[in-house]
């Protein structure tokens, strides 16, 4: 699938808060935590709880959430499909970061192991 210009602004301009609800459905109905949830974002980001609180709180957009973010250098190897876009092929910067973030969801509901989402083994 081709990313279009207004399907990267939608992505900025999409509110995290509207999200995150959904990827904790997502992995609790799969049998994991939002512990690990929080622990996969905190990989990706940066965010400790305290930190991801406040932005939900805000109602920050994606793009602003991932300006506040400091992107785990490992984040490269998160590849695939998600969503029916190939990761390592999208060429807006945010969309690839917003798409990263819906792969390891995906991956932690999948019940893929902590270590294989983090990409530490």
């Not at 799969?30 to 609180?53: M, P, S, Y």
């Not at 805000?58 to 991932?66: N, R, V």
């Amino acid at each position: 699938m081709k990313v279009t210009p207004e399907h990267n602004e939608r992505m900025a301009k999409m509110i995290f808060a509207s999200v995150y609800p959904h990827y904790v459905k997502k992995v609790e109905i799969k049998g994991r935590t939002k512990a690990e949830l929080h622990q996969a974002i905190e990989w990706l980001t940066g965010f400790d709880e305290k930190k991801l609180n406040e932005i939900i709180e805000e109602k920050a957009t994606f793009e602003t959430f991932f300006k506040k973010a400091n992107l785990n250098p490992n984040a490269k190897l998160i590849t695939g499909v998600i969503c029916g876009y190939r990761i390592e092929e999208i060429e807006n910067h945010l969309t690839r970061q917003v798409r990263y973030l819906d792969k390891l969801v995906d991956e932690l509901a999948k019940g893929k192991k902590m270590e294989k989402i983090l990409r530490t083994s």
